[in-house]
């Protein structure tokens, strides 16, 4: 659904689709549509692996989690990290930064819950299900990441379907937004633990 404006980029189709993942092989970029979660996002990005990219760009909605960030709104994301990894010997891989930005936590589902929003809140203002897979693979594959997160929704009990319906104009909002930074020297950065 999110990619759906980005997919008229590309004419002559996609050069695979398995399920709800596909690639798309351009002049300028490359357009990789995972699917939704971790685990998909982690698999899709594990296909493209062997391929050298000058940056990895994550465009997408997510939650907002601090009752500052407005719906519509379009966030420079600077790190991330795991809600799920709390093991004492994995703490190292439970956080990633690469520039200026807010912090975004990736969960396994969407969070409609006040009592989940909250302890999420305690570390991140925004909350996806896949940008921690996006930064793992970014900082194995030694490759500068830039992301940008439309807020979608305020991680509460919203009804699935306004969120749905406003998709196509946060995806266009991402994409003009990308458009103005992408002229600007630097604004990609490593992926650091």
């Known amino acids: 659904m999110e990619a759906r404006s980005f997919i008229q980029r590309f004419p002559s189709g996609p050069i695979f689709k398995n399920g709800t993942i596909s690639f798309y092989e351009g002049d300028e970029y490359d357009l990789l ?13 594990g296909l493209i692996a062997d391929r050298s990219h000058k940056y ?9 989690l601090s009752n500052e960030l407005k719906i519509g709104e379009i966030i420079e994301v600077g790190q991330c990290h795991s809600a799920h990894i ?10 990633f930064k690469w520039g200026p930005g807010k912090t975004i936590t990736s969960a396994g589902m969407a969070i409609h819950d006040k009592k ?7 570390n991140a203002e925004l909350v996806d299900m896949e940008a921690f897979a996006i930064a793992t693979c970014a900082y194995y594959a030694k490759t500068p990441l830039l992301m940008l997160k439309a807020i ?26 990308y458009a103005k930074l992408n002229m600007e020297p630097g604004i990609v950065s490593a992926v650091k633990v």
């Open 33 to 45: 549509i995972c699917g939704i979660g971790l685990i998909n996002c982690s698999y899709a990005l």
């Open 56 to 64: 990895y760009l994550n465009l997408g909605i997510a939650g907002g």
């Open 116 to 122: 989940a929003k909250e302890e999420l809140g305690q």
């Open 152 to 177: 979608s929704d305020n991680a509460d009990k919203e009804d699935t379907k306004d969120i749905i319906k406003r998709i196509p104009e946060l995806m266009n909002s991402l994409w003009e937004r």
């Open 86 to 95: 709390k093991h004492p010997f994995l703490h190292h891989l439970n956080a």
